[in-house]
């Protein structure tokens, strides 16, 4: 069985799933209002299906399981995320840290031992974040559709190219 990191969208994936909520030890932050009720939003148990793509790769369907838990009196969320396919598979855990109405963190890949950092804003019903370990780039979206329901999109850089190119797509609910 491959593992996520050895196909660099992949990689970009885990990441970014990954990454949407880590958490690194600050001071008091707050979140505003709305970046509060994005992350009582997320708080509990989720469950998906989607779709992995790698840059010049074929397309792989993937079940995805991910919990996400407040912290620091909801100011903060850890997510621990497990999702497979037929050929790949990931384990990952994530903090994050709220201040206004930006996210910053680290995040963990436990199978290949990645990890990286995160920079993003949270706007209304709506998480905008990009990221970056030693071996990719990415960016991140996560929309929530309803109550139980949101979508986690994920492009990554290809160098080739120049540019970022959509690589995940995947839909959850609660």
Request: glycine share 8%.
């Given at each position: 069985?491959?593992?996520?990191?050895?196909?660099?969208a992949l990689g970009v994936f885990v990441a970014a799933v990954s990454v949407v909520f880590v958490g690194v030890p600050a001071a008091q932050a707050?979140?505003?209002?709305?970046g509060a009720q994005l992350i009582d939003?997320?708080?509990?148990q989720w469950r998906g299906t989607g779709t992995v793509t790698p840059i010049g790769g074929q397309p792989e369907r993937i079940?995805?399981?991910?919990?996400?838990?407040?912290?620091?009196?909801?100011?903060?969320?850890?997510?621990?995320?497990?999702?497979?396919g037929t050929d790949y598979r990931i384990q990952?855990?994530?903090?994050?840290r709220c201040n206004g109405n930006t996210i910053s963190g680290l995040w963990t890949e436990n199978i290949a031992n990645n990890t990286g950092r995160i920079n993003g804003r949270l706007e209304g019903q709506r998480l905008r974040a990009s990221f970056k370990g030693p071996n990719f780039e990415g960016r991140l979206s996560v929309?929530?559709?309803?109550?139980?329901?949101h979508t986690v999109t994920i492009s990554q850089f290809d160098p080739a190219k120049g540019r970022?190119?959509?690589?995940?797509?995947?839909?959850?609910?609660?």
């Open positions: 069985m491959m593992t996520w990191f050895r196909s660099s707050a979140c505003t209002s709305e939003r997320l708080d509990g079940l995805c399981r991910i919990s996400y838990a407040k912290t620091r009196g909801g100011q903060g969320l850890r997510q621990v995320i497990n999702c497979a990952a855990s994530a903090n994050v929309n929530f559709a309803s109550r139980g329901r970022h190119v959509p690589v995940a797509q995947i839909s959850l609910r609660k």
